[in-house]
């Protein structure tokens, strides 16, 4: 089954605690994304990669950066967690003919 | 700025009934449409994605409709059962190869036994 893996589906964190969201995907998939999802906002993209190394800032990045070294990996990254970071992560990835992205099952982050 | 639209927010219906589901969006210049769907505390899962020139696309009980003049789309269930209760999002990849997807806040279905 080719599928998108995000490595820690609950999280909790302290305030100011640096925080690492992983991402993997099996699927040679050249775009990745993450996206934040909160009750009212709906899906807000953060950041994507279209190759590895190459990224490029979403709508909301502030607070994030991202770290792609590897085709298959896409990390998320919160140098200093905050409280309004509290929410729910999704990755996706998706192969560069534009087709639809395939998401993983998200990572649910509570900062305290 | 690109923005989708769901109404109604919340549906909730017997099961056995047809239903639609709304999405209207603000720019036209889109390159295709797509429909997900989301269970509680998962991801999204693709159920349908029409391209900018197709005007629906048919998978089993659903069938999304896109009318890109008048900015809106809608997805059709037939028969409905309770293991289509789920939220139903829909999102619009801009014209210009752009990789971003615009979605929309959902509509949460609920199908009743």
């Known amino acids: 089954d080719v599928k998108v893996t995000q490595s820690s589906r609950y999280l909790v964190k302290r305030t100011g605690e640096k925080v690492f969201l992983e991402c993997v995907q099996d699927?040679?998939?050249?775009?990745m994304f993450w996206y934040r999802q909160d009750p009212g906002l709906g899906l807000r993209l953060i950041y994507f990669?279209?190759?590895?190394?190459?990224?490029e800032k979403g709508d909301i990045p502030e607070g994030y950066s991202v770290s792609r070294e590897k085709k298959e990996r896409f990390s998320l990254i919160l140098e200093s967690a905050s409280t309004n970071q509290t929410s729910m992560y999704l990755c996706?990835?998706?192969?560069?003919?534009?087709?639809?992205?395939?998401f993983g099952e998200g990572s649910r982050l509570t900062v305290l | 700025k690109q923005e989708v639209t769901q109404i109604p927010a919340a549906l909730s219906v017997p099961e056995g009934e047809n239903l639609v589901l709304n999405c209207s969006f603000t720019?036209?210049?889109?390159?295709?449409l797509q429909w997900f769907r989301q269970d509680p505390g998962k991801g999204l899962t693709s159920l349908l994605l029409?391209?900018?020139?197709?005007r629906e696309q048919t998978s089993g009980r659903l069938n999304a409709s896109l009318d890109k003049s008048s900015g809106r789309s809608t997805l059709y269930i037939a028969a409905s059962q309770p293991g289509d209760s789920a939220t139903y999002l829909c999102?619009?990849?801009?014209?210009?190869?752009?990789?971003?997807?615009?979605f929309g806040k959902g509509t949460k279905l609920t199908v009743n036994p």
């Open positions: 990669s279209y190759d590895v190394k190459m990224k």
């Open positions: 699927m040679d998939h050249e775009n």
């Open positions: 999102a619009v990849r801009r014209w210009g190869g752009s990789e971003k997807l615009v």
């Open positions: 996706a990835s998706s192969p560069l003919a534009l087709g639809p992205p395939l």
């Open positions: 029409i391209q900018s020139s197709q």
């Open positions: 720019d036209s210049a889109i390159y295709n």
